[in-house]
């Protein structure tokens, strides 16, 4: 079965300085991954998204994440955090052979201090 | 591309009425669509998966009969929940998955929720 764990449930940095969320996953094929954000009471907007090509995956907003199978680790990052960067943010896999269901993590809360 | 409109984004009722939540696709065929639970500061928990002309897929432990899904056309699913009581009260999220066509990435649209609320 696959599964996603977020290392961390809320994570706090300082504007302009880096971004670092963590997710590591579980799965016993090469899995899809994804990193989705939601600001307060809106849906879920894609930032990106692993299929088995690069390792290193950009995506909207200047973020990007590596796929490091070797430590099953897909983390998010940023260089510089922006304001509008606070958010909650979801690491997510596609279950196998079940018609494209997606395994959210827990989410990580990010603020950023001005 | 790819916009999923959610409706209404807020509906408060009254205890024993039904709600309906409508989700479509504004620019593409979405064959399946899903509908999402989510309570506060928590994951989104999956309820159903909805593919167009056939019977919704529950995830267990969610009552059929309690959040009924009709998924008439490529753009359009609901999901209605009747005979809502305030533990009901919850937001709740649909996506669609393009079906055909160059955005067929096997990617989730999401729409931007309804906050259902019970009273």
């Known amino acids: 079965a696959q599964s996603v764990t977020q290392l961390d449930s809320h994570v706090s940095v300082s504007e302009g300085t880096p971004v670092l969320l963590r997710c590591n996953y579980s799965?016993?094929?090469?899995?899809?991954l994804f990193w989705y954000v939601q600001h307060p009471n809106k849906g879920l907007q894609l930032l990106l998204k692993?299929?088995?090509?690069?390792?290193l995956v950009k995506g909207i907003n200047g973020f990007e994440a590596e796929f490091k199978k070797s430590e099953t680790s897909f983390h998010l990052t940023k260089p510089s955090a922006h304001m509008s960067d606070a958010a909650e943010y979801f690491c997510v896999v596609s279950a196998q052979n079940q018609g494209g269901k997606l395994i959210f993590g827990q989410g990580t809360e990010l603020s950023v201090k001005p | 591309g790819a916009v999923v409109s959610q409706h209404p984004s807020w509906v408060i009722c009254k205890s024993g009425t039904s709600v309906k939540i409508e989700c479509r696709s504004l620019d593409f065929q979405a064959t399946t669509m899903f509908w999402y639970r989510q309570f506060p500061k928590q994951s989104l928990m999956l309820m159903a998966t909805?593919?167009?002309?056939?019977?919704?897929?529950?995830e267990q432990g969610v009552e059929k009969d309690k959040f009924l899904i009709n998924h008439a056309s490529l753009t359009l699913s609901t999901l209605t929940v009747t005979s809502a009581h305030p533990e009901d009260s919850s937001f709740y999220i649909c996506?669609?998955?393009?079906?055909?066509?160059?955005?067929?990435?096997?990617?989730?649209?999401f729409g931007a929720g309804t906050r259902l609320s019970v009273l």
């Open positions: 909805s593919n167009e002309g056939s019977k919704a897929t529950y």
């Open positions: 692993y299929t088995s090509a690069a390792t």
């Open positions: 799965s016993s094929y090469s899995p899809s």
């Open positions: 996506s669609a998955r393009v079906g055909r066509g160059p955005l067929a990435k096997n990617i989730q649209y």
